[in-house]
């Protein structure tokens, strides 16, 4: 059976030019040793492709190599950033508030809320999943450390307003933290165009290995407390052995990103037109939220639970919703947000694409999902 994969804002296949580059790191006629031991050339060949990996991702997203800590994803990144600020400055300052949305990942929803002492303000998002900057204003105070809001949403692909979001937070005198992960290659920004303090970044949505991620951290602007101990690497925000094969794959991630970017939006811009223009055509279906990045659609089909369309089209790689939450039949927590009742939560499927998406796939993919709720349908 044919298999057609929509589901990248999972994850990714790793970029065969990736695969190749990381291979060079792993045996002994290669780049294996220890980037932290000093005292022989097998580590300070490790350590020379590190520094160029975080030299790659830097120059991507506009950044200092120094800004750049290594982290194991994007989840601990999330992590590192709300609970290594929080630790760091809220009793030296005074501010212990956090601002963010109902949307955000659970990599922000459960860090937030497994703070001790911090007072934590959730937004509701507008229903078109963008964030009403009046309602920000509203809870913005002296009492306020960070605001935490995704550039990316993972389930939606809606943009959120990051950069008058930050300018706003610097106004009351926090620091903003923003979860990147799905906008890498996918949107033109950096993070001084976007402002912010502090960003969480992964490898494999961006077709890089699982495993890797960086927080970038502005020089100058903010303290971070280190949350795993054990050696004080990187400049003392995050202990541990660097996986030097994993940060040379996601530095080359980036570096392809950054490149192929431009080309690769607009391709998937018109991947997404015929996805769009097919569920026209077969009506009862909406899209949910704003559009916002050309890889992330997520959809409503009236009179059709999602779990019964995903097993009729099983050559079609679709999910519910975020991966981190696929475990559960409750419907998305942040469709909920935007209004969707219990029903159309369960009615909604994300379709997202990648790099090794083809026009044939996508063939396949408006095919199958007509035949399949036209079926579904008729025998509702």
């Not at 077969?282 to 059709?304: A, E, F, K, S």
Request: aromatic residues 4%; glycine residues 8%.
């Amino acid at each position: 059976m044919m298999t057609a994969y929509f589901d990248n804002a999972s994850t990714t296949p790793v970029d065969p030019r990736v695969i190749e580059k990381m291979r060079a790191c792993l045996g002994s006629d290669g780049t294996f040793g220890n980037p932290a031991s000093t005292t022989h050339g097998f580590g300070w060949m490790a350590s020379e492709e590190v520094e160029w990996a975080r030299s790659m991702v830097a120059e991507t997203i506009g950044a200092d190599p120094r800004e750049i800590v290594w982290t194991s994803g994007a989840t601990e990144s999330d992590n590192l950033a709300i609970r290594g600020v929080f630790e760091a400055m809220a009793d030296s300052t005074g501010r212990n508030k956090i601002i963010t949305m109902e949307t955000e990942h659970k990599a922000v929803l459960d860090t937030c809320a497994h703070l001790h002492n911090a007072e934590v303000i959730y937004l509701k998002p507008e229903p078109n999943g963008q964030l009403n900057l009046d309602a920000l204003a509203q809870v913005l105070d002296d009492k306020v450390l960070l605001v935490s809001v995704m550039l990316v949403n993972n389930e939606t692909g809606v943009v959120q307003p990051v950069s008058d979001i930050a300018a706003m937070a610097h106004a009351a005198g926090a620091l903003m933290h923003s979860d990147l992960a799905q906008s890498v290659g996918k949107l033109p920004w950096t993070v001084d165009s976007l402002g912010i303090d502090l960003g969480s970044l992964s490898a494999h949505k961006i077709h890089g290995p699982k495993g890797i991620g960086a927080l970038y951290v502005r020089r100058g602007s903010c303290r971070v407390a280190e949350q795993q101990h054990g050696g004080q690497h990187e400049r003392g925000m995050r202990s541990g052995t660097l996986p030097t094969h994993q940060i040379v794959g996601m530095g080359d991630a980036y570096r392809i990103a950054k490149a192929e970017s431009a080309t690769e939006i607009e391709r998937l811009n018109q991947f997404r037109d015929r996805i769009e223009s097919a569920i026209s055509e077969l009506g009862g279906i909406r899209c949910n939220g704003l559009r916002g990045v050309p890889h992330i659609l997520n959809i409503t089909v009236d009179q059709v639970d999602a779990e019964r369309l995903m097993a009729a089209m099983p050559q079609i790689a679709v999910s519910t919703g975020s991966a981190c939450n696929s475990a559960t039949i409750e419907p998305s927590h942040v469709l909920q947000s935007m209004g969707l009742n219990r029903h159309q939560g369960l009615s909604s499927l994300r379709i997202s694409l990648g790099r090794m998406t083809t026009s044939d796939e996508v063939s396949i993919l408006i095919d199958t999902l007509t035949n399949a709720v036209s079926q579904l349908r008729s025998t509702a």
